[in-house]
């Protein structure tokens, strides 16, 4: 079975400055896709970035960008020029290509990020 | 274009009560998820519908937890009876599908806002 671990409850990071999101995860399938999600105070889950595990190129998207370490099961989040607006909790969830499971999203326990004026 | 809608926003009954859960997806969207969302943990699938059947259901608690996809569009989660243990969120999701090649198009979901339950 899949699992997906996010081993920083809370991070902090002030105003403009970088932060990185740890998320490690455990599946013996080769294709899948790799999430992260933003959920603000509002609760609604906020797709932030995408990765396909075929592709070896790291997703970017404007601000955020992620490290993802295929061998080492790894798939960190940059948020580079931290905003306000970034304060949310972030999961990190893994999803199988094929199969009857495609589709379903395996989520971490999430980390609460603080930005900080 | 419109989001995934849900309803109720909150929703506080009392243990052994029954509740249920309203979702309308994204228009033309054929795969539809309810999750479960507990407090500090990250969302866990409950069932997944692909039109008006269902592909898994495997985490649902079908003693006390039912879901319907009638006519393929809105669904309906209900809790019969309520368990202290089910106060969580409940999340609706929804993603298009990729006829062509008989995958969900970019695996994307896209959520409601939810529901939060309280079992007192």
Known sequence: AQTVTQSQP????????????????????????????????????????????????????????????????????KIS????????????????????????????????????? | EAGVAQSPRYKIIEKRQSVAFWCNPISGHATL?????????????????????????????KDRFSAERLKGVDSTLKIQPAKLEDSAVYLCASSARDFQYQLLAKNIQYFGAGTRLSVL
């Open chain 1, 10 to 77: 809370e991070m902090s990071v002030q105003e403009a400055e970088t932060v990185t999101l740890s998320c490690t995860y455990d599946t013996s399938e080769s294709n899948y896709y790799l999430f992260w999600y933003k959920q603000p105070p509002s609760r609604q889950m906020i797709l932030v970035i995408r990765q396909e595990a075929y592709k070896q190129q790291n997703a970017t998207e404007n601000r955020f960008s992620v490290n993802f370490q295929k061998a080492a099961k790894s798939f960190s989040l």
């Open chain 1, 81 to 117: 020029d931290s905003q306000l607006g970034d304060t949310a909790m972030y999961f990190c969830a893994f999803s199988q290509l094929y199969g009857g499971s495609q589709g379903n999203l395996i989520f971490g326990k999430g980390t609460k990020l603080s930005v900080k004026p």
């Open chain 2, 33 to 61: 998820y309810w999750y479960q969302q507990i407090l500090g943990q990250g969302p866990k699938l409950l069932i997944q519908f692909q039109n008006n059947g269902v592909v898994d259901d495997s985490q649902l608690p």
